[in-house]
């Protein structure tokens, strides 16, 4: 499991793009506007040697809401699923995101038509707290994709609620 170096890290995501395209399940993409956006990005693969998975994790770039970051392009290739590679890609997200100052929760969106992603997020504590009917369409077929979120400990906050 490596972190991808800024430098290095367009031919890492164009990789990663290549391995993602050859998924044949509607399941929602890494969404690679969001490497633009924010101010603290990263991508964590998985090498054996070659990559056989990879997960990226972006901090909200407006100031209100960067307390949060986002999970995003999770893809384990099939020849390597159910080894806990997926939890370790996890796990490392998890791990940066605690490292960030003034980090709060991870939030990420799964497919309806990914429910072993779903178990596998709620088995390492996400939530649902929405979903979003009809959120994706592929070859005639329709997914809903549901909103999760981690809420991280964080020292000395003070909890403003309505």
């Known amino acids: 499991m490596r972190r991808a170096a800024p430098a290095g890290a367009a031919g890492f995501a ?8 050859r998924r044949r399940r509607l399941v929602a993409r890494g ?13 964590f693969g998985a090498f054996e040697p070659e990559l056989i998975g ?17 999970l995003w392009g999770m893809y384990v290739a099939p020849s390597h699923r159910r080894r806990g590679i997926g939890a370790e890609l996890v796990r ?8 960030l100052p003034g980090v709060e929760w991870v939030h ?3 497919s309806s038509a990914a429910p072993e992603a779903q178990r596998l997020y709620e088995r390492l504590g ?8 009809d959120a994706l369409r592929h070859d005639g077929r329709i997914a809903s994709e549901h909103h999760m979120a981690l809420r ?9 609620e309505s």
């Open 14 to 21: 164009a990789r990663v793009r290549r391995l993602a395209s």
């Open 31 to 43: 969404r690679s506007w969001q490497l633009r956006r924010a101010t603290d990005w990263f991508i």
């Open 54 to 70: 990879s997960v990226g994790l972006s901090r909200d770039r407006h100031r209100k809401a960067s307390h949060k970051v986002h």
């Open 92 to 99: 490392a997200a998890i791990r940066q995101a605690r490292a």
């Open 108 to 110: 990420l969106a799964v």
């Open 126 to 133: 996400f939530e649902v707290w929405g979903t979003e009917p």
């Open 152 to 160: 991280l400990e964080l020292e000395g906050a003070t909890r403003i």
